[in-house]
Structure formats: structure tokens, C-alpha cells
Nanobody, 121 residues
Framework: QVELVESGGGLVQPGGSLRLSCAAS????????MGWYRQAPGKDRELVGL???????NNAESVKGRFAVSRDYEKNTVYLFMLNLRPEDTAVYYC???????????????WGQGTQVTVSS
């Protein structure tokens, strides 16, 4: 079994900052890409930022210059650093991983349970 567990969401005032964390655990052979998506009420899930095993991070235009994705490869953990938060950043943030399972070497997509981020005064 593979599990992604997120932490760090909450309520923050406009202009504030938050850090989200997501740790992947279980029977993991390797992780190719980790990152974050978000879903606001009444909207589709959208990309926030992805960090491949090699190469450059891919961030959504709406968060460039404010959000940053980083990975701790030894801990199988991905972080989302969010600065200058806006009310329109309010959403449930989901961790994502594209990985290969140890048990059968099958490559698949995995999602966390989601963590709420609310930006409001």
C-alpha cells in the first residue's frame, strides 16, 4: 500500500504565508514526479506546481513568483511554500505523486486526502 499524507493547511489573512507538506509512505520503489493541485468550490481541480525527479518545476501562471515547490528526495516528501496569499487561493490542496510500487513495479498516480487552505480577513 502507498499513502500520501498532507499537513499544514489552515486559515490565513490576505498577504500571509503557509507551508504545506506531503509525505509518501509505503511500498515505494521510486517516485518520478511529486507536486500539488488545488480545487476551489465549484471549480475543476487545477495544477499548482509539479516537480519531476529531474528537470525544472512546472508552476501554474497564477502562482508564479508567489508559490514554490520543493522536494526532500530522501524523505519522499514534497513541500508547497505559499507567499502573499490571496482570497482566490482559497481551495482544497491535494498532494500528487507519480510513482512505481515496490510490490509489482507498476507505475501509477496517487493522491493525498486534501488539506483546506482558506485566505480571508
Amino acid at each position: 500500500q502507498v499513502e500520501l499524507v498532507e499537513s499544514g493547511g489552515g486559515l490565513v489573512q490576505p498577504g500571509g504565508s503557509l507551508r504545506l507538506s506531503c509525505a509518501a509512505s509505503g511500498s515505494i520503489y521510486s517516485i518520478h514526479t511529486m507536486g500539488w493541485y488545488r480545487q476551489a468550490p465549484g471549480k475543476d481541480r487545477e495544477l499548482v506546481g509539479l516537480m519531476p525527479e529531474e528537470g525544472r518545476t512546472n508552476n501554474a501562471e497564477s502562482v508564479k513568483g508567489r508559490f514554490a515547490v520543493s522536494r526532500d528526495y530522501e524523505k519522499n516528501t514534497v513541500y508547497l511554500f505559499m507567499l502573499n496569499l490571496r482570497p482566490e487561493d482559497t481551495a482544497v490542496y491535494y498532494c500528487y505523486a507519480d510513482l512505481i510500487r515496490q510490490t509489482d513495479l507498476r507505475r501509477d498516480d496517487y493522491w493525498g486526502q486534501g488539506t483546506q487552505v482558506t485566505v480571508s480577513s
